[in-house]
């Protein structure tokens, strides 16, 4: 797909990979990213290049070095939002996820604060309520699927508390709009096709007509704001006071991707760590003793994060050459850091595919391969909202609930774009109730 502005293509050679058609290669990558990925390196070593049908050819950096080196670069010559664009066509260039260098700048300035660890530090007793009263409605006794579950949670948490919308009927029409817009066929939920691939004018059109409702109801929502005059620091509150004023249209553009990229990773980050204590009972037991804050949680956090990882790569293109260790890329070339890979980094992580969140306990260094939220200026705007989520929400369903998986093996992360999900969405079955005992406030 061609990108505007883009540079032209390398005239280097790039470094050896797989020899499979694209379309072969991008059928086997999402239905089993990690094992592809795994399997290119035992064959190539860290440095190799994959083709994907619809985007093609991309080196993926899984020496850490150079990875950390490629995350950390100066964004005007390793350009995210180009590449995040390629991936998902569907990403507004005016939003601080498809953006680059000024315009990027100034979409995550406008709300960056909104996201500040302090401020998601006041929300930890709404979140905790919200989950309350999610949980308060869960299938007991039958199986249900958790994804789609932690979907529509942690959509009512951004609406109400990132967004602030406190009118009932539109915040409650706008979780489930986004939910509408968001989904899509499947167990894991289906990658919409581009465009230009066979389906992807149908499924565009479909994308437009849900994306309607959505946009009205943010425009009604930032009318508002408008009208009331009273400073806040939720996300619309600072989108709405921002110099240069953006007209309706510019700042719900912006919003619908912040939407969108602040609640699939934690949904999908919340499923993974329910499944991940469904397995392990004694973790599970041991995440609701520790409590919020407590550094036992944590390292049960990171090690969920590390093994099962929401993001599939920090992705970027280049705008100049760039030295892989010794492997000059040039411009033009398409890059992912890959994070499945950097998690499994022997030197960082021994015994990389157990299970072992002891690996975490006590050391808040983490190492420079444990890079869940990416790195650089492009690191994850919405991390202090997901790990707050996954504190907060997780403790009120295992303080709640007993938790079973229905599938006799860990399920596996297949592709959706540029995301990693359980391939079955994490099917449970919920048991009694536990006694009450309330999750503590941080």
């Excluded at 990979?17 to 035992?42: I, K």
Aim: hydrophobic share 45%; proline share 12%; aromatic share 4%.
């Amino acid at each position: 797909m061609p990108v505007s502005g883009a540079d032209p293509k390398p005239e280097l050679p790039l470094p050896s990979g797989p020899s499979a058609p694209a379309s072969v290669q991008t059928l086997a990558f999402a239905r089993d990213p990690v094992g592809a990925l795994l399997s290119a390196r035992a064959a190539y070593g860290p440095l190799f290049t994959l083709r994907f049908a619809g985007v093609g050819p991309v080196v993926a950096i899984a020496d850490v070095d150079a990875a950390v080196r490629l995350m950390d670069a100066d964004p005007q010559a390793a350009r995210a939002g180009e590449a995040r664009r390629r991936i998902l066509p569907q990403a507004s260039p005016r939003s601080s996820f498809g953006a680059d260098a000024d315009r990027h700048r100034a979409a995550r300035g406008r709300i960056e604060s909104a996201f500040a660890p302090a401020r998601i530090e006041r929300l930890d007793g709404g979140i905790r309520r919200l989950a309350e009263a999610h949980v308060d409605h869960w299938p007991m006794g039958r199986p249900f699927r958790m994804l789609p579950r932690m979907r529509t949670l942690t959509q009512d948490v951004f609406v109400r508390l990132m967004l602030g919308v406190r009118d009932e009927a539109r915040a409650a029409a706008l979780v489930a709009a986004m939910r509408r817009l968001l989904w899509t066929p499947g167990n894991p939920p289906l990658t919409p096709p581009d465009r230009d691939e066979p389906g992807g004018p149908l499924v565009d059109t479909v994308f437009r007509r849900r994306l309607r409702p959505v946009a009205q109801l943010l425009d009604e929502e930032v009318r508002a704001r408008r009208g009331n005059g009273t400073p806040g620091d939720t996300i619309l509150d600072l989108m709405v006071a921002s110099q240069p004023r953006l007209s309706g249209e510019e700042a719900v553009d912006e919003l619908l991707v912040v939407m969108a990229a602040a609640q699939e990773p934690p949904s999908i980050a919340l499923a993974w760590l329910v499944e991940r204590l469904a397995r392990h009972p004694e973790v599970a037991e041991a995440f609701v003793k520790a409590g919020p804050g407590d550094p036992v949680r944590q390292a049960i956090i990171d090690e969920t994060l590390r093994l099962r990882p929401p993001a599939m790569a920090s992705l970027r293109r280049l705008t100049a050459p760039f030295d892989a260790n010794g492997v000059e890329l040039p411009a033009g070339t398409m890059t992912m850091a890959p994070i499945p890979l950097l998690h499994r980094d022997p030197e960082s992580f021994p015994d990389a595919e157990e299970f072992r969140p002891a690996r975490f306990d006590g050391n808040l260094n983490r190492p420079e391969a444990f890079r869940p939220f990416g790195g650089g200026a492009r690191r994850c705007i919405a991390e202090p909202l997901a790990r707050a989520e996954m504190h907060a929400a997780i403790g009120v369903v295992f303080n709640r609930l007993r938790v079973r998986a229905l599938w006799p093996r860990p399920e596996r992360p297949v592709q959706r774009a540029t995301v990693l999900v359980p391939h079955r969405s994490v099917p449970v079955l919920t048991g009694a109730r536990l006694p009450a005992s309330p999750e503590p406030a941080r």
